[in-house]
Each structure stands twice: as C-alpha cells, then as structure tokens.
C-alpha cells in the first residue's frame, strides 16, 4: 500500500468496531484535501448513503462507499467523493476523489476509511517523549497542534507517549493504542488513558477506559458512536499520525494560543 509523504492517518482514534478490531486505518493526504488511491485495481461499485447522525460540524447529510478490487481483494473506502466512476480502473497513487465532511467524518481531520488491507506495526525507531507543538490552525470550536519532537516508528511519526505512539480520540472514543513500544505506563497530560487491552499483534498495544470496553464493544460503545455520543466524556483530543511528516494534534477547545505559536503541551491541560 503506497501512503504519500506528508499524509496524516490514524488506527484507532474512531469508536467504530472496524478500527477497534484492528481492520481498518483512516488515511489523508498532504494537502487534506484529495483522496490518492494507496493502491490499484477496478472501482467495482460505487453507494452513496443518506445519514441521520448527528454532528454539528457537518455540511452534507450523505456519505459515498467505495468498493475496489485489487488484485482479487475486496477494498472498501467509505468517506470520499469520487471523481471517477464504476468500472473504471485506477492506478496507485491516482487522485481519484475529495474527502468528505459527513455526518460520520466533520470535526475530525480529513481522511478516507479503509478496510480490506493488511496492517502491520513497525518497531520503535526513535523515541522520545513530546512536549512541544506549534499551532498551525485555529477554528471557531477548535484548533489543531503540529508536534514537533515527535517519536518515530518505521515511516510513522507520533507522540511519544508510554513508549511509543500515542494514537487515540480520548475521552470520547475511550481507548486508543500505544504503536511501537510500550513502557507500561498510561498517561498523558496527566491524565489517564485507562487499562491495557493485550492484542495478539506485534508492536502494538490498546488501552480502554473502562475495564471490559473493547470486548464489549459492539454491545456497548457502538450505539453511542452510531448516535455520535461520548462514549466516557465530551471530545478534548484526537492524535494522529504523521507518515514522514509531523503528527497532529486536534483540541476540541476553542484556542487561547495564535496560528503560528509554539506552545508547551502541558499548557493543554489548561483547557480541560
């Protein structure tokens, strides 16, 4: 699977079951603007789907699911305005749609849902613990943070946290993953991330707020993701990672910091 350099992603920072199996990663591109394929084949169908979900960032009622074969695998990419049509083929690397704000997607950073593709994690390649981010975007409920001594593992780029990457929407999805490493601890910004959750994957372990979380998920969590309710409390943070780039920080806070300031992450707990 070919990812741009500059293109943010994330595993585990969406309540939705498929991520929280470990099935699916949300991917951006550079400019956070256009979807470019990660990988070739036939656009097989194309499904554009009404929904009632609630979110107020949201500027279209609808979302667009993708089916793509490549290579006798079945791929669906949900989240993306295509430019193409069914039974075209398309090429690694092509822009082939304009990522959507759907009820599903607005207030999270912008990016195409995949599932069907097969994950791995990389070891820690450099870690150190993040302090220091740079404000690059301010809007009217939040504001995004570009961290800036970052840990690395493989072509991924994250804050270093417990050990490794830190990848999580917390206290709203109420469980991330630590990718890389980890220490053992589960802590960020003073606050805690909760408990382990032991995966049978290599480089890779999840934490839940609650005891019990993600075995439960589609029993629990689901319906208040599906009604898009905080599952343990109103939205504060959604990391993400970098490929070769920065990783992110969105705060879900309206900003006291200026686009273009360097700030201490410890000052977001200010906000809290």
Request: proline share 4%.
């Given at each position: 699977?070919?990812?741009?350099?500059?293109?943010?992603?994330?595993f585990f920072?969406?309540?939705f079951p498929s991520h929280?199996?470990?099935k699916a990663i949300d991917l951006s591109s550079p400019d956070q603007e256009d979807f470019y394929s990660p990988f070739s084949g036939i656009i097989e169908k194309i499904e554009k789907v009404k929904i009632g979900r609630p979110n107020k960032y949201t500027k279209i009622d609808y979302d667009v699911v993708m089916y793509i074969n490549s290579n006798g695998k079945r791929i669906k990419v949900l989240h993306v305005e295509p430019y193409?049509?069914?039974?075209?083929?398309?090429?690694?690397?092509?822009?082939?749609?304009?990522?959507?704000?759907s009820p599903y997607t607005a207030g999270d950073f912008k990016h195409a849902h995949i599932e069907g593709i097969r994950i791995k994690f990389p070891s820690i390649k450099r870690y150190r613990s993040s302090?220091?981010?740079?404000?690059?975007?301010?809007?009217k409920d939040y504001f995004d943070v570009r961290v800036l001594d970052y840990s690395e593992a493989g072509n991924y780029y994250g804050v270093g946290c417990c050990g490794g990457l830190l990848n999580t929407s917390f206290p709203y999805a109420c469980y991330g993953g630590i990718i890389g490493d980890w220490d053992g601890s589960l802590s960020f910004l003073d606050f805690s991330l909760?408990?382990?959750y032991k995966v049978k994957r290599k480089n890779l372990i999840m934490f839940e707020g609650k005891k019990g979380l993600i075995r439960?998920?589609?029993f629990i969590a689901s319906f208040k993701v599906l009604?898009?309710?905080?599952?343990?409390g109103t939205s504060f943070i959604e990391v993400v990672l970098g490929y070769n780039t920065p990783p992110m920080i969105r705060v879900f806070r309206k900003s006291i910091f200026k686009e273009g300031e360097e700030i201490k992450l410890e000052d977001l707990k200010k906000m809290v």
């Amino acid at each position: 699977m070919k990812i741009l350099k500059g293109s943010l992603l994330s595993f585990f920072s969406s309540g939705f079951p498929s991520h929280v199996k470990i099935k699916a990663i949300d991917l951006s591109s550079p400019d956070q603007e256009d979807f470019y394929s990660p990988f070739s084949g036939i656009i097989e169908k194309i499904e554009k789907v009404k929904i009632g979900r609630p979110n107020k960032y949201t500027k279209i009622d609808y979302d667009v699911v993708m089916y793509i074969n490549s290579n006798g695998k079945r791929i669906k990419v949900l989240h993306v305005e295509p430019y193409l049509e069914e039974g075209n083929e398309i090429k690694e690397g092509e822009k082939i749609g304009k990522f959507l704000e759907s009820p599903y997607t607005a207030g999270d950073f912008k990016h195409a849902h995949i599932e069907g593709i097969r994950i791995k994690f990389p070891s820690i390649k450099r870690y150190r613990s993040s302090s220091v981010a740079q404000v690059v975007n301010v809007e009217k409920d939040y504001f995004d943070v570009r961290v800036l001594d970052y840990s690395e593992a493989g072509n991924y780029y994250g804050v270093g946290c417990c050990g490794g990457l830190l990848n999580t929407s917390f206290p709203y999805a109420c469980y991330g993953g630590i990718i890389g490493d980890w220490d053992g601890s589960l802590s960020f910004l003073d606050f805690s991330l909760g408990y382990p959750y032991k995966v049978k994957r290599k480089n890779l372990i999840m934490f839940e707020g609650k005891k019990g979380l993600i075995r439960n998920w589609e029993f629990i969590a689901s319906f208040k993701v599906l009604s898009n309710k905080p599952i343990c409390g109103t939205s504060f943070i959604e990391v993400v990672l970098g490929y070769n780039t920065p990783p992110m920080i969105r705060v879900f806070r309206k900003s006291i910091f200026k686009e273009g300031e360097e700030i201490k992450l410890e000052d977001l707990k200010k906000m809290v």
